[in-house]
């Protein structure tokens, strides 16, 4: 057991060439000792793979079984023994246990696709179309396990297509097989719609697809995916004329605020995001952004000259000792002004703050409350786990953790 502690260091990488050698029996005690620490187990685990011995099969399943077992290891264990027929009817009755330990209900889902459990199909459809990558891929694992055991056509006949994640997974099946996926651009979901945006390789396609487009928004998707291909600019540019030149109307959003907003997240919004924000982006010109020390000193000057005292100014992220974000912070008083990195906007918590007027005569644009509050509807960004429209405020003065 020593030996695998040295293989396994508090720091630095484990020694897999050695893990991989090392005598199977030995890893599947150290996993089965649960005395050990579990990060050395879970990697133990992980180097027992094609060669699990058989006298611990049983006793690494009860691993598996025990809730009070770290999430981890059964996560890592339920990898290596997914092949196990004898783990079905537990895996099957695992949802109605409702075990809440974190990432093992997504494994054991995964597990029952590799077995062939068809009637996991549609809870591994929903998984696959998770906007977290890692539960995204987990449930595209299972789904393939499920087409491997019963052939694709059994599958998508299984699921059909009357979910968006159903569709997606057809959408995903077909562009393996090499078919013509255009046709998804037009679904009435965005999120397949913009799944299809990104897979569709083909330049006449896209050109064939616009002629006769049967919605407005599947135009514009095709003409994202063109330039996404193409990137000719001059053609999108005239494509976007022909249609018109589509826009998503906000109430309230001038074009100052327009601009600045559109150019820095249309390239990077979620796939739930109406794609005339992305046409708008790829169309017009940037703003140009501040050179932020000279805006930031511009600033300071202006409510020095005011007879305020601001001190120095710090990052969003130096602000929250984490993270980044689109703006600074000049701390005055009792009072923070923010200052954002994507043009001359400002803004504070009291609208009727001295530093208002100071800044403002200086050039800047003070955001209150009402231009603040104006939801940017349809552009979806992330922002602390949701993936929804926000409001000028935050998209002005945004952070991250």
């Not at 179309?129 to 539960?135: D, F, K, L, N, T």
């Not at 006949?157 to 959408?171: I, N, S, T, Y």
Request: a negative charge; charged letters at 30%; proline letters at 6%.
């Amino acid at each position: 057991m020593r030996k695998i502690n040295t293989l396994i260091p508090e720091r630095g990488r484990p020694d897999s060439a050695a893990l991989h050698a090392h005598d199977p029996d030995a890893l599947a005690r150290y996993v089965l000792d649960t005395g050990n620490v579990w990060w050395r187990r879970r990697t133990c685990a992980g180097a027992l793979a094609g060669r699990v011995p058989e006298t611990r099969v049983a006793g690494l399943i009860d691993r598996i079984r025990d809730e009070d077992e770290t999430a981890e290891v059964r996560i890592a264990l339920l990898d290596l023994l997914a092949g196990r027929t004898e783990l079905l009817p537990w895996l099957r009755g695992e949802e109605q246990r409702g075990d809440g330990s974190y990432g093992v209900a997504e494994a054991v889902l995964k597990a029952r696709g590799l077995l062939g459990d068809r009637t996991a199909a549609a809870a591994l459809s929903t998984l696959a179309a998770s906007p977290w990558q890692r539960w995204r891929e987990i449930g595209e694992a299972g789904l393939d396990g499920l087409v491997e055991c019963h052939g694709v056509d059994e599958v998508l006949a299984e699921l059909g297509e009357d979910r968006p994640e159903d569709r997606r997974f057809a959408l995903r099946t077909w562009h393996r097989a090499g078919r013509d996926v255009t046709p998804y651009l037009a679904d009435p979901d965005r999120g397949v719609a913009h799944l299809a945006q990104s897979l569709v390789a083909d330049p006449d396609r896209l050109r064939s697809f616009l002629d006769g487009a049967p919605a407005p928004e599947a135009a514009v998707r095709a003409a994202c995916a063109l330039h996404q291909l193409t990137e000719d600019a001059a053609q999108t540019r005239r494509i976007d004329e022909r249609l018109g030149s589509p826009r998503t109307e906000v109430d309230g959003l001038d074009e100052e605020l327009r601009r600045a907003i559109v150019h820095e997240y249309a390239p990077w919004c979620e796939r739930q995001s109406d794609p005339r924000w992305r046409l708008e982006a790829l169309c017009t010109e940037p703003p140009a952004h501040p050179d932020p020390p000279a805006q930031l000193a511009r600033a300071t000057a202006a409510m020095t000259a005011a007879g305020l005292a601001p001190g120095p100014a710090v990052s969003a992220g130096d602000h929250h000792r984490q993270g980044d974000g689109t703006y600074h912070v000049i701390p005055c008083g009792d009072e923070e002004i923010h200052v954002s990195t994507l043009g001359r906007f400002v803004t504070g918590h009291d609208d009727r703050h001295p530093a208002r007027q100071a800044l403002e005569e200086a050039g800047f644009r003070w955001i209150d409350g009402t231009t603040g509050g104006i939801r940017v509807t349809g552009l979806c960004v992330y922002h602390f786990g949701a993936r929804e429209p926000l409001d000028v405020d935050t998209l002005l003065f945004y952070w991250q953790d």
